[in-house]
């Protein structure tokens, strides 16, 4: 299984902060959803092996822990991801993972537990950084963990934890928009057959 983490931290906690339709005012959701969209979408069809987790830390409820995992009973279309989101953060209740349509999962998590647990699960992590090792040379395995941050990056304070669980790896030495990295992540382990 691929896992991509999306950390935004203004990315919005609830359904109503979705509801104005302008995604830049909503903590930059545009750029969440664009990484969604490259990290389970394919032409014509989606990919089952991606489970695609929004850690977010705006307003007016963080931090929130969104886990979705495409399926074909998921009827959802790229257009539609916004209404998604919306829709699962309305429907968030206290105290609980709660899953809201098929492998869509809402919950209060931090960004560290998050990565802690899937850790637990044997994911080997990365942290993707321009000052990493080349992703072309560094080994991974089927069941793998690929963090990124939204247009400011990861949290400082979070970051030194990370670096003891995590590798960092580089897509190349150009600095490339969140869903580009998902892309290029995507191409990279597609080749490898992983």
Excluded: W
């Excluded at 919005?12 to 969209?37: E, Q």
């Excluded at 009827?75 to 492998?103: H, Q, T, V």
């Amino acid at each position: 299984m691929r896992h991509f983490v999306y950390f935004s931290k203004d990315g919005v906690t609830s359904g109503k902060a979705l509801s104005g339709g302008n995604l830049m005012r909503a903590g930059r959701m545009d750029i969440a959803i664009h990484s969604f969209i490259q990290g389970v979408y394919l032409s014509h069809g989606f990919r089952e092996d991606v489970k695609f987790h929004f850690v977010l830390y705006g307003m007016p409820d963080p931090p929130k822990h969104i886990e979705i995992q495409v399926t074909p009973e998921l009827e959802i279309s790229k257009k539609d991801i916004g209404n998604l989101l919306k829709k699962i953060l309305y429907k968030y209740k206290i105290g609980e993972k709660a899953e809201i349509f098929p492998k869509c999962f809402v919950e209060k998590k931090s960004f560290l537990k998050v990565i802690e647990e899937l850790e637990k699960n044997e994911s080997s992590i990365f942290i993707l950084d321009k000052k990493g090792e080349d992703i072309r040379k560094v080994e991974i395995k089927d069941n793998c963990v690929f963090i990124i941050g939204d247009h400011d990056g990861l949290p400082k304070k979070e970051l030194k934890r990370l670096k003891q669980i995590a590798t960092k790896v580089s897509i190349g030495d150009k600095m490339y928009f969140a869903s580009q990295t998902v892309a290029v992540v995507n191409n990279e382990l597609d080749y490898r057959n992983i």
